[in-house]
């Protein structure tokens, strides 16, 4: 059963393949750095694509805020990987297949498809943020660097 996670409470911790078929345990790296994790709905339609160049186009600001970006669908590694090649993506692209991480965060859409909800984790493994929006795929970005930046201000 999906759970809708709430600002304030802590990140559930999960491992999944990347793009290249390694391991990788996000619930690790909780604690190191600040996260911002994407739940998206599929590798190369119009929307997805959209949020991922915003990403990848952002991305060196999100490294200077101390933070690291993950992106996660159900799509196969093998999709990730052309979708990360294609669109030259330098962040990690995570499979989950299943949908088990996407229940564990309750990243649905409406009536249970997969939904489009970004989620920033501070350093200590807090849910800082949670945006979701199915039509606006851009302002996820903007949104996850606002909060961040407030953060670091403390």
């Known amino acids: 059963m999906s759970k809708n996670l709430k600002v304030g409470t802590a990140a559930p911790k999960f491992a999944l393949l990347d793009q290249n ?13 600040a ?24 991305h060196e600001e999100f490294l200077k805020n101390g933070a690291e970006v993950i992106g996660i669908s159900s799509d196969s590694v093998e999709s990730h990987k052309k979708f990360a090649e294609e669109h030259q993506l330098p962040f990690t692209l995570l499979s989950d297949p299943d949908g088990r991480v996407r229940d564990m965060y309750g990243a649905w859409g409406a009536g249970k498809i997969a939904g489009r909800v970004t989620y920033l984790i501070d350093r200590q493994g807090i849910i800082r943020m949670v945006f979701s929006s199915q039509i606006q795929p851009r302002k996820h970005i903007s949104e996850a660097l606002r909060v961040l930046e407030e953060i670091k201000k403390g």
């Open 21 to 33: 078929g390694k391991e990788v345990d996000v619930g690790a790296l909780m604690g190191t750095k």
């Open 35 to 58: 996260l911002v994790v994407y739940f998206y709905p599929k590798d190369f339609t119009s929307g997805c694509t959209m949020q991922a160049h915003e990403f990848r186009n952002m």
